[in-house]
T-cell receptor
C-alpha cells in the first residue's frame, strides 16, 4: 500500500545545530508539503514543492529549507535550530490539483533545547 | 485574504450526545475546496471529507454529517450520537483553486472530548 513516512519520529537537539527531518512518500504525488503544528495555531505551511527541483516558501519559512531531488522525498532542514522551532512537524502529499486531499505522515516531534 | 476560523477551542460532551463543530472561512476565490481532518490522540491526521464550492449539498456518512452554506461561509460538522472514539482534535481547512497544488489553510482546531 502507498504511504507517507517521516523520520525520525522524535528528535531532541540543541540550539544552533542543523537538523534534517525526512519525508518519503510512495503515492507518486507531485505535490509535497511541510507543516508545523503548534498549540493555538493549527497547522501552518513551512515549504512546499510541486515537483522535482521545485520548492516554494510557505507562511512560516524563516529558518527552514527544503530540496526536492526526486518525486518521493522532501527533506526539511533547520539550518540553525532555535527553541522557537520546537514543534510537531507534518509532511503531506497530494495529487496535482487543489481539489485533492492531502495525505499526511505520522509527524515528527522536535524539541530544541 | 484566506482564513479559516474554528471559534470553539474545546467542546466536551457525554456519550450519545450530538455535537456540532463550527467552521467559518474567508476567501476571494469563487472556486475553492473545504476539508475536515481528524487528529486522534495518537497524533496522525485523518482525512474525513472534501467539499468543492460548487456543491452545497449536505453530506452524511454514518454518524457524521456536514452542512456547507456559502451564504454564511460556513462548513459545519455534526457528529450524531457521539462515541468516546470520536474524541480528537478536528481541523477544518481551505484550499483555493488558483492555488496550484492545493495548499491548505487550516483553522486552529477544535478539541472534542466525549465522556462515557
Amino acid at each position: 500500500d502507498a504511504e507517507i513516512t517521516q523520520s525520525p519520529r522524535h528528535k531532541i537537539t540543541e540550539t544552533g545545530r542543523q537538523v534534517t527531518l525526512a519525508c518519503h512518500q510512495t503515492w507518486n504525488h507531485n505535490n509535497m508539503f511541510w507543516y508545523r503544528q503548534d498549540l493555538g495555531h493549527g497547522l501552518r505551511l513551512i515549504h512546499y514543492s510541486y515537483g522535482v527541483q521545485d520548492t516554494n516558501k510557505g507562511e512560516v519559512s524563516d529558518g527552514y529549507s527544503v530540496s526536492r531531488s526526486n518525486t518521493e522525498d522532501l527533506p526539511l532542514t533547520l539550518e540553525s535550530a532555535a527553541s522557537s522551532q520546537t514543534s510537531v512537524y507534518f509532511c503531506a502529499s497530494s495529487e496535482l490539483v487543489g481539489a485533492h486531499e492531502q495525505f499526511f505522515g505520522p509527524g515528527t516531534r522536535l524539541t530544541v533545547l | 485574504a484566506q482564513k479559516v476560523t474554528q471559534a470553539q477551542t474545546e467542546i466536551s460532551v457525554v456519550e450519545k450526545e450530538d455535537v456540532t463543530l463550527d467552521c467559518v472561512y474567508e476567501t476571494r476565490d469563487t472556486t475553492y475546496y473545504l476539508f475536515w481532518y481528524k487528529q486522534p490522540p495518537s497524533g496522525e491526521l485523518v482525512f474525513l471529507i472534501r467539499r468543492n464550492s460548487f456543491d452545497e449539498q449536505n453530506e452524511i456518512s454514518g454518524r457524521y454529517s456536514w452542512n456547507f452554506q456559502k451564504s454564511t461561509s460556513s462548513f459545519n460538522f455534526t457528529i450524531t450520537a457521539s462515541q468516546v472514539v470520536d474524541s480528537a482534535v478536528y481541523f477544518c481547512a481551505l484550499s483555493e483553486a488558483n492555488n496550484q497544488g492545493g495548499k491548505l489553510i487550516f483553522g486552529q482546531g477544535t478539541e472534542l472530548s466525549v465522556k462515557p
